[in-house]
C-alpha cells in the first residue's frame, strides 16, 4: 500500500524529504496537485534506479531516489518555491515505458509560505 509522508509548511528556499512505501518489483514516480490544477508529474524513477526523469519546472531541486532494502521511495525538495505548494502523491507501475500508473497512494501536503 503506498502511502507518502513527510509533507509540512515549510518557508521559500527550504527543504523538505518526502517518503513513501514502494515495492522494488515497481517503477515509482511523484506527482502533485494544486489547488484548482490537474495532478501533474514532478519525478520517476526506475526499480533499480538506473533511470530518472523529472518535469523541467523542478530539474536541479527535487531529487527522487529508492532504497529497495528498505522498500522506499524517496522526493528531496530543495530550494522550495511557494509554487511548490500542493498535495504530493507517489505511484508504481509495472512497465517503465507505460503512460499510465497503476497504482497510488494517498497524498501529503506541502506548504510553501513566502
Known amino acids: 500500500q503506498l502511502q507518502a509522508c513527510g509533507g509540512g509548511l515549510v518557508q521559500a528556499g527550504g527543504w523538505l524529504t518526502l517518503s513513501c512505501a514502494a515495492s522494488?518489483?515497481?517503477?515509482m514516480g511523484w506527482f502533485r496537485q494544486a489547488p484548482g490544477k490537474e495532478r501533474e508529474f514532478v519525478a520517476g524513477?526506475?526499480?533499480?534506479?538506473?533511470?530518472?526523469s523529472y518535469a523541467d519546472s523542478v530539474k536541479g531541486r527535487l531529487t527522487i531516489s529508492r532504497d529497495n532494502a528498505k522498500n522506499t521511495v524517496y522526493l528531496r525538495m530543495n530550494s522550495l518555491k511557494p509554487e511548490d505548494t500542493a498535495v504530493y502523491y507517489c505511484?508504481?507501475?509495472?512497465?517503465?515505458?507505460?503512460?499510465?500508473?497503476?497504482?497510488w497512494g494517498q497524498g501529503t501536503q506541502v506548504t510553501v509560505s513566502s
Open positions: 522494488a518489483r515497481y517503477h
Open positions: 505511484a508504481a507501475k509495472a512497465v517503465w515505458y507505460q503512460t499510465g500508473y497503476d497504482y
Open positions: 524513477i526506475s526499480w533499480s534506479s538506473d533511470t530518472t
